[in-house]
């Protein structure tokens, strides 16, 4: 049965970036398992491409908490979810250990927006997507040390760059890695602008087709994409074991 009052679109959209995350990762653990040749993927034009697509995700995910009845639920379960798979990739593949991922941000983001929500919904929803995206450009190159846009940034102090806890809030250490890589700063402003898009997508003043399913497959992932995410490394994981040996 259809659910009449769904935003199909942006479940539709989930849907088709989660898939779009489960072939990069194949990739990668193509070049890290078997030595493939597509390091290609990881740079360049692909990698701003891989940075859209992530971004695309966050924003949908900050737009679905104005949809939710429980953010402080959500973003518990999220965390719980994201420090269980830090642990089990610090057992089984520690050189490629999810230190803070996506689901890291994500959950941190939505305990925020539910701690910040009374604040957040005096701002206008378009200034506040506005200056949400400025934000997320402006800090883009924060964890490589700088702040500005283009040609006009400037160096932030080394003091910054410390631990793993300064590594979350976007200020890593020279030692610091994480296989998946997304601090608060600067995805959180990102996240932050969706949740005002999201403001009157449940309004619905958005476009009809928005709210219109074209894709049951597409919609059926972005509504399973927490469940695809934390179960694709490990199917991909097992597959690529399997294989190994002919290589």
């Known amino acids: 049965m259809i659910e009449r009052n769904r935003i199909w679109f942006l ?9 779009l995350m489960v072939l990069h990762h194949a990739a ?4 890290f398992l078997l030595g493939l040749p597509f390091d290609f993927l990881f740079t360049g034009w692909f990698g701003v491409i891989r940075t859209f697509f992530a971004g695309g995700f966050v924003l949908i995910s900050g737009a679905a908490c104005r949809f939710s009845h429980n953010n402080f639920r959500r973003g518990g379960r999220c965390l ?11 057992l089984v593949v520690p050189s490629q250990q999810i230190r803070f991922g ?12 539910a701690v910040l929500q009374p604040l957040l919904d005096r701002i206008p929803p378009a200034w506040g ?9 402006l800090c883009q190159s924060v964890p490589m040390g700088r702040l500005g846009l283009g040609p006009w940034q400037i160096a932030l102090p080394t ?9 979350a809030l976007g200020f890593p250490g020279p030692h610091y890695f994480s296989a998946d890589y997304f601090p608060l700063i600067p995805w959180l402003f990102l996240f932050l602008a969706g949740s005002f898009l999201g403001v009157p997508l449940g ?4 476009p009809c087709w928005l709210y219109r399913q074209h894709s049951r497959f597409l919609a059926a992932a972005g509504q399973k994409s927490l469940w695809i995410y934390l179960v694709h490394q490990p199917v991909l994981f097992s597959l690529f074991f399997l294989i190994r040996p002919q290589f």
């Open 28 to 31: 990668y653990d193509g070049v």
């Open 203 to 206: 309004r619905r003043e958005g």
């Open 129 to 137: 997507a506005v200056f949400g995206f400025f934000l997320f450009l």
């Open 102 to 113: 996506v689901l890291h941000l994500l959950g941190f983001a939505m305990l925020l927006f």
């Open 159 to 167: 003091f910054l760059y410390q631990n793993a806890f300064t590594a």
């Open 80 to 90: 719980l979810l994201a420090y269980g798979l830090s642990l089990v990739t610090a």
């Open 11 to 19: 479940d539709e959209t989930r849907g088709l970036f989660i898939l």
